[in-house]
C-alpha cells in the first residue's frame, strides 16, 4: 500500500516538473492585482485633487460660497 502511494506520488512529482507551464501562478496574480490597485488608487487620488481645486476655483469666482444660494424671490 504505501509503495503504491510513492509510486504514486512520484508520478505525479515528475508530471508537475516535466509539464510545460500553464498560465501565471498565485503569486504573479497577487503581484499584478497589487499594480492594478495602486494604479486605481493614484489615479484616483488625481481626480480628486484636480475636483477639489475646481471645487475651490469655483466657489472663489462666484463670491466664496457665503450667499446660501437659496434665491426663490424671498
Known amino acids: 500500500m ?3 502511494l510513492v509510486a504514486m506520488i512520484s508520478v505525479r512529482i ?3 516538473r516535466t509539464a510545460p507551464s500553464r498560465g501565471a501562478s ?3 496574480w497577487a503581484i499584478i492585482t497589487a499594480i ?3 494604479v486605481a488608487l493614484g489615479l484616483a ?3 480628486q485633487g484636480l475636483v477639489e481645486s475646481r471645487s ?3 466657489t472663489t ?3 466664496g ?3 446660501g444660494g437659496g434665491g426663490g424671490g424671498e
Open 26 to 28: 498565485a503569486v504573479e
Open 2 to 4: 504505501i509503495d503504491y
Open 56 to 58: 475651490a476655483e469655483i
Open 45 to 47: 487620488a488625481l481626480i
Open 14 to 16: 515528475h508530471k508537475a
Open 65 to 67: 460660497g457665503d450667499s
Open 36 to 38: 492594478i490597485a495602486g
Open 61 to 63: 469666482n462666484f463670491g
